[in-house]
């Protein structure tokens, strides 16, 4: 019981920083641009280098774990955020701020691989699921539920370093911690690990995706010519690590059936963990579960800003009844991982039909909707996403060989980290699609002298004399103007969230089809 405390000691200290820094530059970008005199724009560079760390710290992760060992690897993983949030406090050049969050997002995830490592090392199954249910909650569902409004507050209300300084202390105290208590290392097997050439390659690869998905949130840029080039470059290096990192020797020994034994043997520890099917069948799990929490993310708060016009703290706040429904559907996920009470493989389904139901109903509101009328999409929503990320991530956890584990978890969080990313950028390129075509159809039926114009006009000054003001032909332009922008986020709006429930019916036979193999074969 004593190893059980210390335990959830570590995981919130490490993972309550994780999930605040995750949920900042969706809250506080227009703030630390305006604090370190940088556009919008230029201030996404900012989150860009931060996420694209955090996927190369996912990739090398397993590397320094078998090199360096267990110890320095976690200690590293604590230095590392607890300096780059110090820098982040104390320094406000644009430049230092970038490489702090860089250093950060690579800190991060190589703490969030090895303390799941440690709690998998530590704990029997049924405390596993339970301490990694706790994770989930500081990681991933506070991020999308609760910090969202808390944020907003602390930033409007006092300043967006306070939470930086917050986080020097998580830091500073696990480090402390980490050093006057330490759990006994993890041991694995030694196995073999490809050359740092073959991680620098694939670290640069996967930086260039990030930063070409990414810019993908600004108009056009898909179009640009520098988009082309960007995407020939990336696509070089993605090639050129597998290449390095999967010779063709490798890759046919493990095709040909009288030399398997030799292809396990001189296989990477990596290999050897996407071999398994099923194994992969988790990978694509935690892949379409960050796709579909970010995309109908990235939807929900278009809808609550473009079609309801809420701030962030208005958005944040009718949220927090979706940050009741994932803790609820937390609790249902463990009972069925846990107490075996519910089949754990029908949650998973379960909790993505939840948020496609979900927005559908979204889909349908009006763009005079209220905030009561947006509660039980957005429940049913949390709901979903407490059922599938807790389910996914236990399931896949509990799953894992000893040996396998550090290659196991980082592939799993690159992938569904791959996967946020991926929802994210389309479903922000169909917005910005969706808006134009809209915009489009409406300049068809409000052509000057048109009927309808007329029509709108003659109602507009009907209402204001009826008020008793005068119907000036510029306020009419204004009221026009307004309704126009509420109708075209309406109906962009409604046709995304459509297009989103096409896209999760062409992901999920995929997993179904995986599911199948993968059953035939064990």
Request: net charge positive; charged share 10%; aromatic share 10%.
């Amino acid at each position: 019981m004593h190893t059980y405390r210390k335990l959830i000691v570590f995981v919130i200290l490490a993972l309550l920083p994780f999930g605040l820094s995750s949920a900042i530059f969706s809250t506080g970008t227009p703030n630390i641009a305006a604090d370190l005199g940088l556009s919008v724009d230029e201030s996404s560079l900012l989150n860009i280098g931060f996420m694209a760390a955090q996927l190369i710290g996912l990739l090398i992760t397993p590397l320094t774990l078998r090199r360096w060992g267990y110890r320095a690897t976690f200690n590293m993983a604590i230095i590392l955020p607890l300096a780059a949030n110090l820098l982040l406090l104390i320094n406000h050049h644009p430049w230092v701020h970038l490489q702090g969050w860089i250093i950060n997002g690579l800190g991060m995830s190589m703490l969030l691989v090895s303390t799941n490592i440690l709690l998998l090392a530590q704990c029997r199954y049924r405390a596993m699921t339970l301490i990694t249910g706790l994770g989930l909650v500081f990681s991933t569902l506070l991020p999308m539920g609760f910090y969202p409004w808390l944020l907003a507050a602390v930033i409007d209300n006092i300043n967006w370093q306070v939470v930086i300084a917050f986080q020097v202390c998580c830091y500073g105290i696990l480090l402390l911690v980490a050093l006057l208590f330490p759990f006994a290392p993890p041991q694995w097997s030694n196995e073999r690990k490809s050359s740092w050439m073959g991680y620098t390659l694939l670290s640069s690869g996967c930086a260039g995706l990030v930063f070409l998905l990414m810019r993908g949130s600004h108009y056009n840029w898909f179009d640009f010519p520098a988009f082309s080039q960007w995407l020939i470059v990336t696509l070089f290096l993605l090639g050129a690590a597998i290449i390095v990192m999967w010779p063709a020797s490798t890759a046919t020994a493990t095709a040909t059936a009288t030399a398997t034994a030799t292809a396990t043997a001189t296989a990477t520890a990596t290999q050897k963990v996407i071999q398994n099917i099923k194994t992969n069948v988790f990978f694509y799990n935690g892949f379409l579960a960050g796709f579909a929490v970010m995309a109908s993310g990235i939807l929900v708060g278009g809808f609550l800003g473009q079609v309801m016009h809420y701030n962030a703290t208005n958005a944040g706040w009718v949220q927090i009844p979706s940050f009741a429904a994932m803790l609820i559907g937390m609790v249902i996920s463990l009972l069925g991982v846990n107490q075996r009470k519910l089949p754990a493989d029908a949650i998973t389904p379960l909790g993505v039909l939840l948020i496609l139901v979900s927005v559908y109903q979204l889909s349908g509101l009006p763009s005079n909707a209220g905030s009561e009328q947006v509660i039980l999409p957005l429940s049913l929503r949390g709901l979903g996403v407490g059922l599938l990320n807790v389910s996914v991530t236990i399931l896949m956890f509990a799953h894992l060989k000893p040996d396998h584990r550090p290659e196991g978890i980082a592939l799993f969080y690159f992938f569904r980290t791959l996967g946020s990313l991926l929802g994210s950028a389309v479903f922000s390129r169909i917005i910005q699609v969706k808006t134009a075509q809209s915009m489009t159809e409406f300049s068809r039926v409000i052509e000057k002298g048109s009927e309808s114009l007329v029509q709108f006009e003659t109602g507009i000054s009907q209402a204001l004399l009826n008020q008793g003001t005068f119907a000036s032909q510029q306020l009419g332009a204004s009221q026009l103007s307004q309704l126009l922008k509420t109708e075209v986020a309406t109906m962009t709006m409604s046709n995304a969230l459509l297009c989103f429930i096409v896209a999760i019916g062409m992901l999920t036979p995929i997993l179904l089809i995986g599911k199948k193999i993968a059953a035939r074969q064990h």
